[in-house]
């Protein structure tokens, strides 16, 4: 059962991707069906993951952030992740993901 | 309801079962007869009828007493069974339900509405059937589901304790999340004897994280008894996770060796909790962050395989976690937390602080199923005393085959190395490689692993990288002296290093012979030819006094940057 929220808007060549809630393996197909649209979307440049309302983030997010990035990188397009704070910015710097990922 | 149903019908006077049943039959379904309650129990046993129709009052055995009879007999097999009842009274009613009953109709029975409580009953045993089927099959396969995963649990059990190195000194606790855990702690002895742990922890939880760290399990054991740098063994394990998991796939790990006799730590920590080294007095001596994402995330050529090195000077306690001891909540979805955690540990007796952190955390969590796999994995450094030196259970099925090639071998090896190969070759696993396909016995392993070390070491980083050992003395010396070392090397534009070695035949006994020669100055070989290896404190006179004590003959040729060593083979 899923506890995230995705509220996906597209404004000029910036499509955000906002989540409110808990970001973990049950939000799987919500999150894979937001970023699909986007990613077809070819007036898309820039896709923004705000995670400013998320209050909890698991490994299995990371491997669907990093999926995505592969994906857009595929279409070439960029990405970054947005309003990390918190537990979310704990969690993504074990990770390291600053190396991995634009984050602001 | 298309299906033709056999239908009991139980009544003590004629006309009326003549009646019900010949309008049943009208109707397209079967009937079976019976006239009072124990000749209805009997036929209901020998003809397993879909639908009862019961009087109430009977001779022998009454409607009621046979209701219940047979709700008692077949508990698991639901008949919905309708009472023709002669008595319109409620508590009559009631009474028929009360033992079982599904329905009544009263007497005198209007066929109209016999027909539609027929449909109506048959219809709910229909919904009936199908539970009862879907429940069967739930449950079959539910068993066999958790046949399978108790073979894949026996499965990832003997695989990752394959070579697990045992030592009272060495603990690990581990609380899955579900049947299995994508946590894995391993531990292994080098040939030089230093000790290698892995703390590995797949992407999400149960079978397929479980499956994320079986191959690592391979590569760690396998690269460790040939003696690979835990850097190197990031890599590979870095290499083959990418190329095995898809993308969204990884495992966080924490990698330490260990090198008791210099008491120095290197750790490798990627997308793991921090590792803690805690000394006896409870005071927290080096914590290493997660320093890079986890393995099967970068590419060879962004990956980054640099450890953090520590010398301890106190004894004390390394830790190692995952995530999931830090994230465990509680009924309030409280996270334990780090801060916590530390503080167990830094205030409890240094020998209760496992078991305290433990109950800790299962009080915490009071029940409550974990959301991920939780894992601490504890070494004491130094090791115990009681049992000082560790051995690893290993089948060795290379010693049989040895012992059949009675033939002895002569051959040489000659390699002669510039800087190029020098910053990316792992040389001494790579010669111990060479050796064993030499079939050099592998009683030998050990001390040939270490004297090519030394030799290795000695001329790397004196001949040719110019370091000066007495850095090592000083506070903070390991560090850095591995510093220097690591730049010095990235550096490094000249200098050659040859090696060679050979088996032979010298008066009656087989040796093999190793000569190092470096491009480098030298140095006053005097003082440690004289020396012997107890009186040697220094860490870096240490070593080639070991060789010395391993070998039969140790010679220094020109200004010392050339040494030749004879190792005795039976």
């Keep these: 059962m899923s506890t995230v929220q995705i509220k996906t808007s597209v404004e000029s060549n910036n499509a955000k991707i906002a989540m409110v809630g808990r970001f973990d393996f049950n939000s799987h197909r919500q999150f894979r069906e937001a970023y699909q649209q986007v990613l077809e979307n070819p007036e898309v440049k820039e896709i923004e993951i705000d995670l400013g309302a998320v209050d909890y983030l698991d490994s299995s997010a990371l491997g669907m952030l990093l999926l995505l990035r592969e994906k857009t990188a595929a279409v070439h397009k960029s990405m970054a992740l947005t309003n990390c704070r918190g537990v979310v910015q704990q969690v993504l710097d074990v990770a390291n993901f600053n190396k991995l990922f634009t984050i602001r | 309801m298309p299906k033709q149903l056999k239908i009991l019908v139980v009544d003590d006077t004629e006309p009326n079962l003549l009646l019900v049943s010949k309008f049943i039959n009208k109707l397209g379904h079967q009937t079976v007869l019976a006239?009072?309650?124990?000749?209805?129990?009997?036929?209901?046993?020998?003809?397993?009828?879909?639908?009862?129709?019961?009087?109430?009052?009977?001779?022998?055995?009454?409607?009621?007493?046979?209701?219940?009879?047979?709700?008692?007999?077949?508990?698991?097999?639901?008949?919905?069974?309708?009472?023709?009842?002669?008595?319109?009274?409620?508590?009559?009613?009631v009474k028929g339900i009360q033992v079982g009953g599904d329905d009544y109709i009263t007497k005198p029975i209007n066929l109209v509405i016999l027909e539609a409580r027929i449909k109506a009953v048959t219809r709910i045993a229909g919904m009936q059937r199908q539970i009862l089927e879907n429940t069967e099959q739930l449950e079959l396969y539910r068993d066999e589901n958790e046949r399978e995963l108790q073979l894949a649990q026996h499965l990832i059990k003997k695989i990752t304790h394959y070579d697990h190195l045992e030592h009272h000194s060495i603990r690990f606790w581990n609380k899955p999340a579900q049947h299995f855990s994508g946590d894995i702690f391993l531990a292994a002895l080098t040939p030089a004897d230093e000790i290698h742990l892995l703390l590995a922890d797949g992407t999400g939880h149960g079978l397929s994280a479980a499956l994320n760290v079986i191959p690592v399990v391979e590569v760690f054991y396998g690269m460790t008894s040939k003696g690979f740098a835990i850097s190197t063994i990031a890599q590979e394990l870095n290499r083959k996770i990418k190329q095995l998991m898809p993308t969204e796939r990884f495992v966080a790990a924490t990698l330490v060796s260990i090198n008791l006799s210099d008491r120095i730590l290197h750790v490798w920590n990627g997308g793991n909790?921090?590792?803690?080294?805690?000394?006896?007095?409870?005071?927290?001596?080096?914590?290493?962050?997660?320093?890079?994402?986890?393995?099967?995330?970068?590419?060879?050529?962004?990956?980054?395989?640099?450890?953090?090195?520590?010398?301890?000077?106190?004894?004390?306690?390394?830790?190692?976690?995952?995530?999931?001891?830090?994230?465990?909540?509680?009924?309030?979805?409280?996270?334990?937390?780090?801060?916590?955690?530390?503080?167990?540990?830094?205030?409890?007796?240094?020998?209760?602080?496992?078991?305290?952190?433990?109950?800790?955390?299962?009080?915490?969590?009071?029940?409550?199923?974990?959301?991920?796999?939780?894992?601490?994995?504890?070494?004491?450094?130094?090791?115990?005393?009681?049992?000082?030196?560790?051995?690893?259970?290993?089948?060795?099925?290379?010693?049989?085959?040895?012992?059949?090639?009675?033939?002895?071998?002569?051959?040489?090896?000659?390699?002669?190395?510039?800087?190029?190969?020098?910053?990316?070759?792992?040389?001494?696993?790579?010669?111990?490689?060479?050796?064993?396909?030499?079939?050099?016995?592998?009683?030998?392993?050990?001390?040939?692993?270490?004297?090519?070390?030394?030799?290795?070491?000695?001329?790397?980083?004196?001949?040719?990288?110019?370091?000066?050992?007495?850095?090592?003395?000083?506070?903070?010396?390991?560090?850095?002296?591995?510093?220097?070392?690591?730049?010095?090397?990235?550096?490094?534009?000249?200098?050659?290093?040859?090696?060679?070695?050979?088996?032979?035949?010298?008066?009656?006994?087989?040796?093999?012979?190793?000569?190092?020669?470096?491009?480098?100055?030298?140095?006053?070989?005097?003082?440690?030819?004289?020396?012997?290896?107890?009186?040697?404190?220094?860490?870096?006179?240490?070593?080639?006094?070991?060789?010395?004590?391993?070998?039969?003959?140790?010679?220094?040729?020109?200004?010392?940057?050339?040494?030749?060593?004879?190792?005795?083979?039976?």
């Design chain 2, 273 to 570: 909790p921090p590792a803690l080294f805690i000394d006896d007095q409870g005071v927290i001596q080096r914590s290493w962050n997660s320093a890079h994402p986890a393995l099967g995330i970068f590419s060879e050529a962004e990956f980054d395989a640099g450890t953090e090195l520590f010398h301890w000077d106190e004894p004390g306690q390394l830790y190692l976690f995952s995530d999931g001891p830090i994230e465990a909540r509680n009924a309030n979805s409280e996270e334990f937390g780090l801060q916590r955690l530390q503080q167990i540990l830094t205030s409890a007796p240094v020998e209760q602080r496992f078991e305290q952190l433990m109950a800790a955390l299962d009080s915490h969590m009071d029940g409550i199923p974990a959301h991920d796999d939780l894992s601490i994995g504890l070494i004491q450094c130094p090791l115990n005393a009681a049992e000082d030196s560790p051995r690893q259970e290993t089948v060795d099925a290379q010693q049989e085959s040895q012992a059949l090639s009675a033939s002895p071998c002569r051959w040489k090896i000659s390699l002669r190395l510039t800087p190029s190969e020098l910053k990316t070759i792992d040389v001494v696993p790579m010669l111990l490689a060479w050796m064993d396909q030499m079939r050099l016995n592998t009683n030998h392993r050990g001390q040939v692993f270490l004297i090519f070390t030394e030799l290795f070491n000695n001329a790397l980083d004196h001949g040719i990288l110019n370091l000066d050992s007495s850095l090592k003395s000083a506070p903070d010396g390991f560090e850095q002296y591995f510093e220097q070392r690591h730049q010095h090397l990235a550096n490094l534009q000249h200098g050659v290093l040859e090696i060679e070695v050979e088996r032979l035949r010298q008066q009656n006994h087989e040796i093999m012979r190793m000569h190092f020669k470096d491009s480098g100055n030298g140095f006053d070989y005097s003082s440690i030819i004289n020396s012997d290896v107890s009186a040697s404190t220094r860490p870096s006179g240490r070593g080639l006094a070991l060789v010395k004590n391993l070998c039969t003959r140790i010679e220094f040729a020109g200004n010392g940057s050339e040494i030749s060593v004879c190792y005795p083979l039976d």
């Design chain 2, 35 to 93: 006239r009072n309650g124990l000749e209805a129990l009997e036929k209901f046993r020998t003809e397993s009828p879909d639908l009862v129709l019961m009087d109430v009052m009977m001779p022998e055995m009454d409607g009621y007493e046979a209701t219940a009879k047979i709700r008692e007999l077949y508990p698991n097999k639901w008949v919905p069974i309708m009472f023709l009842t002669a008595k319109s009274q409620d508590a009559d009613h």
